[in-house]
């Protein structure tokens, strides 16, 4: 217990209370409940209660009292100056049970109701210690009963990566440490590069126990949810790491990592075609979930390489051949445009189309598929999309459901129900490039002899040679030339505006290959994709493969 800190007893509770402080750092009970719930109060206080937001006086005071009741081990005490008390103790009290002592926390000037903080503490184990330091920040929020000022709890309060359910353990390692190495045995560190830091998580869940290592001592937290793995914050005693083989390229990382922190949310992936080797994966910001191989987005315009094979494959179009390209194009009572209501002249060609990103091109020719599902069908039969891929970690591996009307227009433009990834995206233009279908890995089948997914059957040469034609247009001289002007190498690429609902503005999308690489990334509220997810692509393409 700090000198100067005295203990009292409130209502039949132990309090403490710092010594020359009227309010005290104890001496508000809080409440329960979302924003505020049921606390103690007094007949007085009951004709009292406080509305609206709460003073600066009454944040600092807050805020320090379930600082001080923190930093002093009392998990009771913080959790009663909180609006949710049973949610919150049993976090708290996983602080200490983690071994975590010498508790300090120094708060920064308080923004609004928010207030930043660092934590520095040591951990403690078996005659190891270490220290410990991060910073996050508390919201100080009025109760809805008591009308007092309490912090609005959140598991982010204790540790900025903690999740609902999840507590703090020290001691033996779950699984050994892994030491992850790329393509070419560079060993790849979450420091180094911050956007594999949830994937070697994975990685170390997955393959740990059979990668040849042995636990160490460390601080981690550990998930509720048992598939999700253990996230390391401190090693105390190390053990001996196990090699992990990945098919990442350190380069084409260090470029990926670099190009998506030019944006405020932007995710970018690389595959090999040949290979389908997954050579790069970012994101900005870095979080549990992966954006890049878990999210589901319309992909706008950069679907078309998909629909543009449909149409090929069909016999609808040829590269070289005539396709109208209206303005605007009416399907089953949905009206379409193209971006800006531009038109291409008469006699203009499908790559033309293709290049300029016509939309009304492509949705004029539906009815003449004669079938609904003819794009869900490519989609799994040639392009592998919505089978279960084995990458190694968790990735969502894209959606084309079947649709009738309007909404089977807004998909060949790569909008409506269609859901896609920069995973998906990157592998679907991987595919244009070969023909084939080669499901993206990021560690070898041969660590764990997993079964792949495969495509019930690839592209004719012919549509593949047309498709990747006019992907070339598109980097040449259409709508991605600006951002693959430095790019070298045989090169192709396909861009994409997705309108979502409630944005100003829409996502930018960009797709891209050059020799044996592709790569996809998209910019939230980036605009046109080839403004804000081009340079993104083309940063990670000059890297190489």
């Not at 070697?200 to 990668?211: A, F, I, V, W």
């Not at 531009?342 to 790559?351: E, K, M, Q, W």
Request: with cysteine; aromatic share 6%.
């Amino acid at each position: 217990m700090r000198s100067g800190v005295k203990v009292a007893v409130i209502g039949g509770a132990f309090v403490l209370v710092a010594g020359g402080i009227g309010y005290g750092a104890y001496s508000m009970l809080g409440d329960t409940g979302g924003g505020g719930g049921g606390g103690t109060q007094s007949a007085s206080q009951s004709s009292k209660v406080k509305t609206g937001p709460p003073s600066a006086e009454e944040i600092a005071e807050t805020s320090k009292g379930f600082f001080d009741a923190w930093a002093a081990g009392d998990a009771s005490a913080a959790a009663l100056l909180t609006n949710n008390e049973a949610g919150a103790e049993p976090v708290l009290a996983s602080y200490g049970d983690a071994h975590i002592g010498k508790v300090k926390i120094t708060p920064g000037p308080a923004v609004g109701t928010k207030v930043p903080y660092t934590v520095k503490a040591t951990v403690a184990y078996e005659g190891k210690s270490k220290p410990l330091s991060y910073a996050s920040e508390l919201t100080v929020v009025r109760g809805l009963t008591t009308g007092k000022a309490l912090v609005d709890w959140d598991p982010t309060v204790v540790h900025p990566q903690l999740t609902e359910g999840a507590t703090l353990k020290t001691g033996e390692s779950s699984t050994p440490a892994i030491e992850a190495v790329d393509r070419n045995g560079t060993v790849l560190t979450k420091e180094k590069y911050p956007s594999l830091g949830p994937i070697l998580d994975t990685l170390r869940q997955k393959y740990g126990e059979t990668s040849g290592g042995s636990a160490g001592i460390e601080t981690w937290i550990e998930p509720a949810d048992e598939s999700q793995p253990d996230v390391n914050l401190l090693t105390l005693a190390k053990g001996k790491p196990g090699k992990v083989q990945t098919t990442l390229d350190a380069n084409a990382q260090a470029a990926a990592e670099r190009a998506v922190k030019k944006f405020a949310e932007a995710s970018v992936v690389a595959v090999k075609p040949s290979t389908g080797a997954i050579l790069a994966v970012a994101n900005n910001p870095v979080t549990e979930f992966n954006v890049a191989l878990q999210g589901k987005q319309a992909p706008g315009s950069t679907l078309k390489i998909m629909t543009a094979a449909l149409l090929l494959e069909k016999g609808l179009v040829t590269a070289n051949g005539a396709a109208e390209c209206p303005k605007d194009v009416l399907y089953q009572g949905a009206s379409f445009h193209n971006l800006k209501n531009f038109a291409l002249p008469d006699g203009s060609t499908f790559t033309q189309s293709f290049a300029k990103s016509c939309n009304t091109a492509f949705i004029k020719l539906i009815d003449d598929t004669k079938d609904d599902a003819a794009l869900p069908k490519i989609a799994k039969d040639v392009f592998g999309i919505g089978l279960d891929w084995k990458t190694g970690v968790v990735t969502t591996d894209g959606s084309v459901p079947e649709e009738a009307g309007g909404e089977a227009a807004a998909q060949y433009i790569g909008q409506g129900t269609v859901q896609m990834n920069v995973l998906n995206m990157a592998s679907i233009t991987a595919t244009a490039r070969t023909g084939t279908f080669r499901q993206p890995v990021i560690v070898p089948q041969s660590l764990d002899d997993r079964e792949l997914a495969t495509a019930s059957r690839s592209l004719s040469p012919s549509v593949s040679q047309q498709l990747t034609t006019m992907m070339r247009a598109t980097a040449a001289w259409g709508t991605g030339a600006k951002a693959m002007a430095g790019v070298g190498g045989d090169k192709g690429a396909k861009t994409g505006s997705a309108e979502v609902d409630g944005q100003d503005t829409s996502n930018a999308w960009f797709t891209g290959f050059s020799n044996d690489l592709a790569a996809a990334a998209v910019v939230q509220t980036g605009g046109h994709g080839g403004d804000a997810a081009g340079p993104v692509v083309a940063e990670v393409l000059k890297a190489g493969g």
